[in-house]
T-cell receptor
Framework: DQQVKQNSPSLSVQEGRISILNCDYT??????FLWYKKYPAEGPTFLIS?????DKNEDGRFTVFLNKSAKHLSLHIVPSQPGDSAVYFC???????????FGQGTRLTINP | DTEVTQTPKHLVMGMTNKKSLKCEQH?????MYWYKQKAKKPPELMFV???????INESVPSRFSPECPNSSLLNLHLHALQPEDSALYLC????????????FGPGTRLTVL
């Protein structure tokens, strides 16, 4: 049972445009959501997070939106840069449970 | 210091070898984790230590043996591994309480021959 789903295995965006990565979850107990970025042969790097009591969190070029009723979150990157090319993982957690549940990842490619 | 370090970066071992992976953090985090990641897959949780005590074991085979000597160090002892255990092994750390972003190390690329 995949509780966190990233339905797009890959996404290609032109440099300077907006990248939108999507994530859906099924467990309504999740109350904290995170996005990680991963380059090949490296560990995931924490990008941005959002609590279930918020619907938006912004950090520089990165904004995460949460729609609790739809059990959906998205990561917006504006403007997209070549260095943003990586695999992005959405993750969810129940506070205090310590177990991150990851989606399958979306490979983002930024084209010049 | 917001870094988690892991050694070695690469490890090749035979099925009869015994080896250890090491992880260190100096962020004052009291939760530490071992994950396994196969190509094109998300990280898969193996073990969690809270306050140096094993709190979660995700039914990992006994050929993997974790150890937390102190609040900054985490080891993973390997013995009699199988070729299918070849993967990227990731260490992470976080606060124990509250919303706990996990910070990952660069990983150890393990190849079992």
């Amino acid at each position: 049972d995949q509780q966190v789903k990233q339905n797009s295995p890959s996404l290609s965006v032109q440099e300077g445009r907006i990248s939108i990565l999507n994530c859906d979850y099924t467990n309504s107990m999740f109350d904290y959501f995170l996005w990680y970025k991963k380059y090949p042969a490296e560990g995931p790097t924490f990008l941005i997070s959002i609590s279930s009591i918020k619907d938006k969190n912004e950090d520089g070029r990165f904004t995460v939106f949460l729609n609790k009723s739809a059990k959906h979150l998205s990561l917006h990157i504006v403007p997209s840069q070549p260095g943003d090319s990586a695999v992005y993982f959405c993750a969810a957690i129940i506070q205090g449970a310590q177990k991150l549940v990851f989606g399958q990842g979306t490979r983002l490619t930024i084209n010049p | 210091d917001t870094e988690v370090t892991q050694t070695p970066k690469h490890l090749v071992m035979g099925m009869t070898n015994k080896k250890s992976l090491k992880c260190e953090q100096h962020m004052g985090h009291r939760a530490m984790y071992w994950y396994k990641q196969k190509a094109k897959k998300p990280p898969e949780l193996m073990f969690v230590y809270s306050y140096e005590k094993l709190s979660i074991n995700e039914s990992v085979p006994s050929r993997f043996s974790p150890e937390c000597p102190n609040s900054s160090l985490l080891n993973l002892h390997l013995h009699a591994l199988q070729p299918e255990d070849s993967a990227l092994y990731l260490c992470a750390s976080s606060q124990v309480h509250g919303y706990n972003e996990q910070f990952f190390g660069p990983g150890t690329r393990l190849t079992v021959l």
